[in-house]
């Protein structure tokens, strides 16, 4: 046994410290960097809801490190170490079985997910480790329900959601599950009592961060309302029920045949649970509360979180599938007649783990990310009187990072300038750009799966005089996919203006999406109320040049209104315009 844990901290270790991110480099990385440089919750540093003991801990760290991005990934290296142990003790507790708890917490930490998230500035890995803690002592509390137990049970929780708030989804459910399931009205009093204490402690400094109980209010609400219509509803636009669902509940795990393999250990630990001989009804009721809680946060993530971002916020609800997963092993292993088969299986996962994430890890360890790339290209060449126009996914990196030059969000840096044909303008883009400079880390499907699937590539685009304009009306703003396509949606009606730079004709290109409801469409366009060309769409048109332009599609649409459609998207669209160009 001893020898099993050994070999298995040694692995972690080697697998994670080998690792470690070169640069910052996802998009709430920057926040909380920020956030340790000074607690602005009102300006997400850190992203919300706030992060108050993560950020407390990593200011900490960043006396002795003397860098934010280095302070929290120290942080989140201890985390994995001090993780790895809480979790395999927890699960201890819970099984009475040390080797359980250390198959368990190694499936878990060896997984795809961990790998690529594990050593990250952000609040996650700590956080796990928190939540290993509290699922440890609500253990113990259930099974001595002392004062000491319950107060430890109680602060364990409290610190957690503490140390990342979005993990209140998991830790309330199991919190509350083990609290009814002390025994007697006065333990449950002091466990409710004792959390409330410990939670004002770090809450109470982070509404006064907020401005006080008005300010922390209207800022709460401000996310919430966010939440519901991002996260909940637009993040979801054109995605099934069952797709999102495998996002949270298969991709952690990486590729079918790895994630197959564990799921389908965890349905027979499951199963174990509930069979007298193996386990008895007294030791399912003690795992009662971390098995509510990995149902109750896998239906919200389903029901109401991004599917993007369903691998890092699953996180939590994963650590029971890997708990279940452990039991299921052992299982299998008694009934084989406790022959030592444990080796065999732990040794593929971490391997197969590995060669499926190490496309991503070894790029990240051995190179800037692309964003930080593409900063350091804007910093030599922008300048001083230039201006940098930021893709919104990009916008921590560019605050953070770009603080001594001029930026500006695409959409509104194009109103302010597009009818200025001096002041040097820069897009600070998320994806390829066939028009710019493009830096980029190879593709994957570990990339696709176990990230947002964004700052995969980054690009740096000088717009030129002659392609400015303005929209005036019925043109939506700037979007981009990562492969490079860049267009802005007409509505019903178009209205753009051209900066004077003596250009002779002005050409128009435009497109269709492949999931067009319309077989095809065509666009007039008019000056002066007079109709000068018509444009058969996809497709091009040129006219003569004039300083305000109409454009008139036939036919537009609602996306969420199309019968049968997954599409949340409200805005009444037509066609797509991808490029404005003046002809000298």
Not at 416 to 443: C, H, K, M, V
Request: some cysteine; overall charge positive; hydrophobic content about 50%.
């Amino acid at each position: 046994m001893l020898l099993l844990a050994i070999a298995a901290v040694t692995v972690l270790l080697a697998l994670h410290l080998s690792s470690v991110p070169a640069t910052l480099w996802e998009y709430d990385e920057s926040l909380f960097a920020h956030g340790v440089e000074r607690y602005e919750p009102l300006l997400h540093h850190p992203p919300p809801p706030g992060a108050p003991i993560y950020t407390a801990v990593g200011k900490l760290f960043a006396v002795f490190t003397g860098d934010p991005f280095r302070a929290l990934v120290a942080v989140s290296i201890l985390g994995l170490v001090a993780g790895f142990v809480l979790l395999a003790l927890a699960i201890r507790a819970l099984t009475d079985d040390l080797l359980t708890g250390i198959a368990g917490s190694f499936l878990y930490y060896a997984s795809p997910v961990m790998l690529i998230h594990g050593t990250l500035p952000q609040s996650d890995t700590g956080g796990l480790a928190l939540l290993a803690l509290s699922i440890w002592m609500c253990a113990r509390a259930i099974r001595i329900p002392e004062t000491v137990p319950i107060l430890a049970m109680a602060v364990a929780c409290a610190a957690t959601v503490g140390w990342r708030p979005q993990f209140a989804i998991a830790v309330v459910p199991l919190f509350l599950t083990a609290t009814l399931l002390l025994r007697g009205g006065r333990a449950r009093f002091v466990a409710l009592q004792a959390f409330g204490v410990a939670c004002l402690l770090w809450l109470v400094p982070l509404v006064v961060a907020t401005g006080g109980p008005e300010g922390f209010w209207k800022w709460l609400s401000s996310q919430a309302a966010y939440f519901a219509a991002h996260d909940a509803d637009l993040s979801r636009s054109g995605q099934s029920l069952p797709f999102i669902a495998l996002r949270f509940i298969a991709h952690p795990w990486g590729p079918k045949w790895l994630s197959f393999a564990l799921l389908a250990l965890a349905l027979v630990g499951a199963a174990a649970v509930l069979v007298p001989r193996f386990r008895g009804t007294k030791r399912a009721l003690i795992l009662l509360p971390v098995a509510v809680m990995t149902v109750v946060y896998l239906a919200f993530g389903i029901a109401m979180m991004d599917p993007a971002d369903a691998p890092r916020y699953g996180l939590p609800a994963e650590m029971g599938v890997a708990i279940a997963a452990a039991i299921g092993l052992v299982f299998l292993r008694e009934k084989s007649g406790n022959a030592p088969i444990e080796w065999l299986p732990l040794a593929a996962w971490a391997a197969g783990s590995y060669i499926y994430t190490a496309p991503v890890l070894r790029q990240r360890t051995a190179s800037p990310s692309p964003p930080v790339a593409a900063i350091a290209h804007l910093r030599k060449t922008v300048p001083p009187n230039g201006v940098i126009l930021v893709d919104l996914a990009l916008r921590p990196h560019a605050d953070y990072m770009l603080r001594n030059f001029r930026t500006m969000r695409i959409d509104a840096g194009i109103t302010r300038y597009g009818l200025d044909a001096t002041t040097p303008l820069f897009i600070f883009a998320d994806g390829e750009a066939p028009n710019g400079t493009t830096f980029r880390w190879q593709s994957s499907d570990a990339y696709r799966k176990l990230t947002r699937n964004h700052f995969g590539a980054a690009s740096v685009i000088v717009v030129k005089p002659e392609e400015r304009f303005r929209a005036e009306s019925g043109i939506h703003a700037p979007e981009r996919t990562p492969d490079g396509k860049a267009w802005q949606w007409i509505g019903e009606r178009g209205v753009l203006r051209l900066p004077d730079i003596g250009a002779r004709r002005v050409r128009l290109t435009f497109d269709l999406p492949r999931d067009y409801p319309f077989p095809d469409n065509r666009v007039h366009v008019e000056r002066d109320g007079v109709r000068v060309a018509t444009a058969k769409v996809p497709g091009t048109v040129e006219v003569d040049a004039a300083p305000r332009l109409t454009l008139v599609p036939d036919r537009s649409f609602v996306p969420a209104e199309l019968p049968g459609t997954l599409n949340r998207d409200r805005r009444r669209l037509s066609v797509m315009l991808t490029r404005v160009e003046q002809l000298r």
